[in-house]
Each structure stands twice: as structure tokens, then as C-alpha cells.
């Protein structure tokens, strides 16, 4: 079965400290892995898109990295400002899949200044 | 519009009443996928439109629920006869649906109060 899991459920930081959130996932192919950012209240905001193991996208404070089992997104030096819910997602390219995502339950970041 | 719309931003109903809500993808994108996001849960896939094939329905939790796509873009998904535990945001997305584009772009989503 296809299954997403994100750890930790929830992140404390204080603002300038660096950390990590991991996504692992179990599919039958894999046609991309994507990270979103949810502010309370609104919908998914996207972050990344990766295709293939070895992949790395950036975006200031963020980046995201893939392997053949998980992928990190990396916060370095988080400002209070990056405090969300982080959401990774997979899409299946195998079974019957028609190209819905398949949602991990989330990271809670909090950064404190 | 610039990005994927969604209304309305709130819906309260009682139990038993039938409920619509709309989705506006994004301008030429021909994937079109609807969600559900109850409290402490992940998103759970409901439905997938492409193009002009058939949808993909194998997320619908029952029969109460529908969904249609007219002229390949503005969507509605209806809910009959509404109970408690449908209570949850509805967010739409949208995708271009091409290798390598793959990205799905969300919306606001509906907040659905059920009472």
C-alpha cells in the first residue's frame, strides 16, 4: 500500500536554529515527490517539486532533498515568519493510479524569536 | 484568474441538506482534483478529472457524494444529504498533468460546518 509518514508531528525551534523534517514513503513508482506549506485557514501553498533520487531544490531559508526512501526539507536559520504546517506528498506512478496525491499527515513548525 | 478559486469560503448547513461547492482551476490546466481535510487528518484524495476521460471517483467515501467538470474546467462537487463527519475544509487543485509538470496547484478551500 501506498503510504506517506512524516516526523516529527510537531517542531519547536527558536529563530536561528537550524533543523530537519522527514518525509519517508513506500509507492509502487514514483512519479514526484512535492512539498507544501498550510498556514491556518488556507489552502497548501507549494514549496518543491522532485522527480528522481539525488535531486535538491532550494528556496531561501528551504531546501528540499530526495532519496529512493525519504526526503528532507531542511529549514536553515527559521525565522518566526516560517512557522506553518509542512505537508509532503508523493504521486504513484504505479496500480491505478490517475495521478492523485498521497499526503503524509504533516509538521507542525513552530519558531519562537 | 492567477490562481485556483474556490467558493463559498465558509458553508454551514444542517444535517440532511444537500450542499454545492465550486472549483475555478487555474486558465489551461486540465487536471482537476478534489480533497478533503477533516481536523488531524491528512488530505484524502476524493476525485481526479482529466481532460475529457472518464473521472477517477475511487476517493468518494459514498454515493452522497458527486462530482461534475463542465467544458473541461469549472467544477462542482455536491453533497446530499449531508451528515456530522463530512464536516472538514474541501480544497480543490489544478495541474497541467504533463511528465515533469506534475505540479498540483491548490486552492483555498470550503470550510464545511455541518450541523
Known amino acids: 500500500e501506498d503510504q506517506v509518514t512524516q516526523s516529527p508531528e510537531a517542531l519547536r525551534l527558536q529563530e536561528g536554529e537550524s533543523s530537519s523534517l522527514n518525509c519517508s514513503y513506500t509507492?509502487?513508482?514514483?512519479?514526484?515527490l512535492f512539498w507544501y506549506r498550510q498556514d491556518p485557514g488556507k489552502g497548501p501553498e507549494f514549496l518543491f517539486t522532485l522527480y528522481s533520487a539525488g535531486e535538491e531544490k532550494e528556496k531561501e531559508r528551504l531546501k528540499a532533498t530526495l532519496t529512493k526512501k525519504e526526503s528532507f526539507l531542511h529549514i536553515t536559520a527559521p525565522k518566526p515568519e516560517d512557522s506553518a504546517t509542512y505537508l509532503c506528498a508523493v504521486s504513484p506512478s504505479g496500480g491505478g493510479s490517475q495521478g492523485n496525491l498521497i499526503f503524509g499527515k504533516g509538521t507542525k513548525l513552530s519558531v519562537k524569536p | 484568474g492567477a490562481g485556483v478559486s474556490q467558493s463559498p469560503s465558509n458553508k454551514v448547513t444542517e444535517k440532511g441538506k444537500d450542499v454545492e461547492l465550486r472549483c475555478d482551476p487555474i486558465?489551461?490546466?486540465?487536471?482537476l482534483y478534489w480533497y478533503r481535510q477533516s481536523l488531524g487528518q491528512g488530505l484524502e484524495f476524493l476525485i481526479y478529472f482529466q481532460g475529457n476521460s472518464a473521472p477517477d471517483k475511487s476517493g468518494l467515501p459514498s454515493d452522497r457524494f458527486s462530482a461534475e467538470r463542465t467544458g473541461g474546467s469549472v467544477s462542482t462537487l455536491t453533497i446530499q444529504r449531508t451528515q456530522q463527519e463530512d464536516s472538514a475544509v474541501y480544497l480543490c487543485?489544478?495541474?497541467?498533468?504533463?511528465?515533469?509538470?506534475?505540479?498540483?496547484?491548490f486552492g483555498p478551500g470550503t470550510r464545511l460546518l455541518v450541523l
Open positions: 509507492v509502487s513508482g514514483l512519479r514526484g
Open positions: 487543485a489544478s495541474s497541467l498533468r504533463l511528465a515533469g509538470q506534475e505540479t498540483q496547484y
Open positions: 486558465s489551461g490546466h486540465t487536471a
